[in-house]
């Protein structure tokens, strides 16, 4: 009868364990405000030269406990350049931010990687804590580069479905003023 109070007590904690866990987690990610940053969202980095146009999709991920910040950086013409993705993350309600560490991948030449830091910049919307803008810096073949960027959430979930597709139609869409101010675009007479 002992073995069998033993089972019992086992399963009882460890359903009380991730019990715990699901709502210590709910509870952490609502305290300071109701994050809203979930979803596919646009970059404009006025100076990417050349690359001005990245694309990424923000996702909680409950048995990692953090926010995935991953997505694709565009030449100016839509096709793609390089793919991100997020080995670390931490929201700062405080400051109003959240800082993620990424790992890119160059297209040119996939086996090589770097890493980089960035920073969401959140506003106040209501009672929602929402992407504004933010910076990353990162070190590639180049050098080190620090870019700031513009975010826009992109609200039709027909657009940017494969990341690894010339986009330039859907960037049109998304940030019509941008695509005409990128670096690459012809000069109105």
């Known amino acids: 009868m002992e073995w069998m109070w033993t089972i019992v ?4 904690g460890i359903v009380g364990m991730f019990v715990f866990e699901y709502l210590w987690s709910l509870i952490a990610r609502r305290s300071g405000g109701t994050l809203a940053i979930e979803g596919t969202w646009c970059e404009w980095t006025p100076e990417g030269y050349g690359r001005q146009f990245s694309v990424g999709v923000i996702k909680y991920r409950f048995w990692k406990r953090r926010y995935d910040f991953d997505g694709t950086n565009y030449y100016n013409d839509g096709r793609p350049y390089c793919h991100w993705s997020t080995t670390a993350s931490y929201v700062d309600k405080e400051r ?3 800082h993620y560490i990424f790992a890119n991948h160059d297209l040119s030449s996939p086996q090589v990687q770097s890493y980089g830091y960035g920073v969401v910049s959140l506003v106040v919307r ?3 804590l ?3 803008d933010g910076f990353y810096l990162y070190s590639g073949s180049n050098g080190a580069r620090q870019m700031g960027h513009s975010m826009l959430r992109v609200t039709d979930s ?4 494969d990341r690894s ?3 330039a139609t859907d960037l049109q869409k998304v940030l019509p003023n941008e695509w005409q101010q990128r670096s690459d675009a012809a000069k109105a007479n």
């Open 165 to 167: 597709m010339n986009v």
């Open 9 to 12: 007590g086992a399963v009882l």
């Open 126 to 128: 209501g009672k929602e």
């Open 158 to 161: 027909a657009l940017f479905l």
């Open 130 to 132: 929402v992407p504004s």
């Open 96 to 98: 109003k931010e959240l």
